[in-house]
């Protein structure tokens, strides 16, 4: 088995209003200097070699996220996950 | 007319659906989210709630539940399908409707009576609505802003596709005040707010949510 790590986003135009609240809390808690934090998603998938590029594709895409509002990167770790 | 309304795990709204059905003087037909059977009815409601707790996002579990293949077909053939709420953010991630539903842009769940105007009359859900109606019914949703791409939007303007529209303030940052939008045929309608909920004014603010239920029966599968 191998690890696959999905990262999620939400795309660039979206307002990110959980990322606002993240970045207005930065002072609260006496940090200075973050001007912009973006909240997403990230899902760790073990998957055997049967599982393809394009089937992990087709999971992001149709699945873990929401094209309309979501952009997605899909990456093969080097790490092995033992079944 | 018969009239299905679908429960999935977490949803809250079906109940008042189905009273909503009834009142209009339709039959309402219970259907269960794991069932590849609409059980032969005329039209559909997706209710409001928490479709398997909406995880992931509101409504993406849901869009691909069982039943909903059977809604998607059915709404190819031209069913009626309004989508209430989480119902309409159902619709939105199953294709059936542009756009999707993010977190309110004030990040609060909001829980008011809120004012909406009918854009259109020319949707199997609003055809005994008057154009320009203004009407009022309860809006309860954590994530009920309404966005699309500008594209989607101009086009949803350009063919009168908007529904549903806020007045008295945008509650939730919805691009363009939109509370509800219809398919390209008219026949699927989704809208944040709650009309089932606004049926009597024992137990509403108003009737007003009622003639969405009514404008149904005019309008039957095919037509």
């Not at chain 1, 049967?50 to 087709?58: G, K, N, Q, W």
Request: glycine letters at 12%; proline letters at 5%.
């Amino acid at each position: 088995m191998a690890r696959v790590v999905v990262d999620v986003m939400p795309k660039p135009e979206i307002l990110d209003v959980q990322g606002q609240a993240v970045t207005r809390a930065l002072g609260r808690i006496g940090v200075a200097g973050v001007a912009e934090v973006r909240q997403g998603k990230h899902f760790e998938l073990d998957v055997d070699d049967s599982v393809d590029d394009e089937t992990l594709h087709r999971i992001a895409g149709e699945l873990l996220a929401n094209p309309v509002i979501e952009d997605w990167v899909v990456r093969r770790t080097s790490e092995t996950v033992q079944p | 007319m018969r009239i299905g309304v679908i429960t999935f795990p977490g949803t809250l709204d079906d109940v008042d659906a189905i009273r909503a059905v009834r009142y209009a003087g339709a039959e309402p037909v219970a259907l269960w989210h794991g069932d590849h059977d609409l059980a032969g009815v005329d039209a559909v409601v997706v209710p409001g709630g928490f479709s398997y707790g909406d995880y992931l996002r509101a409504g993406a579990i849901a869009s691909l539940a069982p039943i909903m293949t059977e809604v998607k077909a059915a709404a190819a053939g031209g069913m009626p399908v309004l989508g209430i709420c989480n119902g309409f953010q159902i619709l939105c991630e199953a294709g059936l409707l542009p756009g999707a539903l993010v977190r309110n842009a004030g990040l609060h769940f909001l829980c008011r009576d809120q004012r909406l105007r009918v854009e259109s009359t020319d949707t199997a859900w609003t055809g005994a609505a008057t154009a320009g109606q203004e009407i009022v019914v309860p809006l309860k949703s954590g994530e009920g802003r309404f966005v699309a791409d500008a594209e989607t939007v101009a086009r949803l303007e350009g063919e009168g596709r908007v529904v549903f529209r806020y007045l008295g303030g945008n509650p939730n940052g919805a691009l363009a005040d939109i509370a509800g939008v219809a398919s390209a045929d008219g026949r699927v309608v989704g809208l944040m707010p709650h009309p089932e909920h606004a049926i009597d004014p024992l137990t509403g603010p108003s009737d007003d949510g009622l003639v969405l239920f009514t404008s149904v029966l005019g309008a039957a599968v095919g037509s």
